[in-house]
């Protein structure tokens, strides 16, 4: 009989079984981020993450050393999709206004960490201990602030004063979200929609001493 023919998408998949354990991964990542934002980091356990995730605290060590390791890799996963995502947090709309970019960086950026809330309290409670997931963490944040400044350099910035200003203004930015997500009963919550359009106008006025509206 001739061999059959693999289609493209059979070509492109992964095996039945690295599938399913990649699936797996997935749900134990999704589920840890989900117990650290209700429990927090000290609180949550291993067979809390399993039980939420549907698998066995076996499969949880099947894939993860301990706790610390599955923290890491979702500190991993999270900046390599927000690392893909990067345009849209900060190069969107750049034939809009100066100040309409800086809003829409702020609205997305709580928008992330919104999505991430487990991890966010999580490096609250334990990243600052944790090296490689900081390393991660501030690597990125540079990232970040390197493409938000050359956009604001190339809508004629000044050179000289806008490094800093984009320094201070993403320490504004992360400095309100992170206290939202720490602090339940901040006046100003993460989620709170109008205290996020009031950080983005804010962070708009801020920027606009270093670059043309």
Same mark, same amino acid.
Request: aromatic share 8%; glycine share 8%.
């Given at each position: 009989?001739?061999?059959?023919?693999?289609?493209?998408?059979?070509?492109?998949?992964?095996?039945?079984?690295?599938?399913?354990?990649?699936?797996?991964?997935?749900?134990?990542?999704?589920?840890?981020?989900?117990?650290?934002?209700?429990?927090?980091?000290?609180?949550?356990?291993?067979?809390?993450?399993?039980?939420?995730? &549907? $698998?066995?605290?076996?499969?949880?060590? @099947? =894939?993860?050393?301990?706790?610390? *390791? !599955?923290?890491?890799?979702? %500190? /991993?996963?999270?900046?390599?999709?927000?690392?893909?995502?990067?345009?849209?947090?900060?190069?969107?709309?750049?034939?809009?206004?100066?100040?309409?970019?800086?809003?829409?960086?702020?609205?997305?950026?709580?928008?992330?960490?919104?999505?991430?809330?487990?991890?966010?309290?999580?490096?609250?409670?334990?990243?600052?201990?944790?090296? &490689? $997931?900081?390393?991660?963490?501030?690597? @990125? =944040?540079?990232?970040?602030?390197? *493409? !938000?400044?050359?956009?604001? %350099? /190339?809508?004629?910035?000044?050179?000289?004063?806008?490094?800093?200003?984009?320094?201070?203004?993403?320490?504004?930015?992360?400095?309100?979200?992170?206290?939202?997500?720490?602090?339940?009963?901040?006046?100003?919550?993460?989620?709170?929609?109008?205290?996020?359009?009031?950080?983005?106008?804010?962070?708009?006025?801020?920027?606009?001493?270093? $670059?043309?509206?």
């Amino acid at each position: 009989m001739p061999r059959s023919i693999a289609t493209p998408a059979e070509k492109h998949s992964l095996p039945a079984r690295q599938a399913r354990s990649k699936a797996t991964r997935e749900r134990l990542l999704a589920a840890a981020e989900k117990v650290f934002a209700e429990k927090g980091y000290d609180g949550a356990k291993l067979a809390d993450i399993a039980e939420e995730a &549907g $698998v066995s605290v076996g499969a949880v060590y @099947f =894939r993860f050393k301990d706790k610390d *390791a !599955l923290f890491l890799a979702i %500190a /991993e996963t999270f900046t390599g999709e927000a690392r893909a995502r990067l345009s849209d947090l900060v190069l969107e709309g750049k034939a809009h206004a100066t100040a309409d970019i800086v809003r829409n960086f702020v609205l997305r950026t709580a928008s992330n960490m919104r999505t991430h809330r487990g991890l966010f309290r999580a490096i609250i409670e334990r990243g600052f201990d944790h090296e &490689g $997931v900081m390393t991660i963490m501030f690597t @990125f =944040r540079d990232e970040i602030a390197r *493409a !938000l400044e050359a956009v604001l %350099a /190339e809508r004629g910035g000044k050179k000289s004063e806008l490094g800093d200003a984009v320094r201070v203004a993403t320490q504004m930015i992360y400095g309100f979200l992170l206290l939202g997500i720490l602090n339940p009963r901040a006046p100003t919550q993460q989620n709170a929609r109008a205290a996020v359009a009031g950080l983005a106008d804010a962070v708009a006025a801020y920027l606009s001493t270093v $670059v043309p509206a």
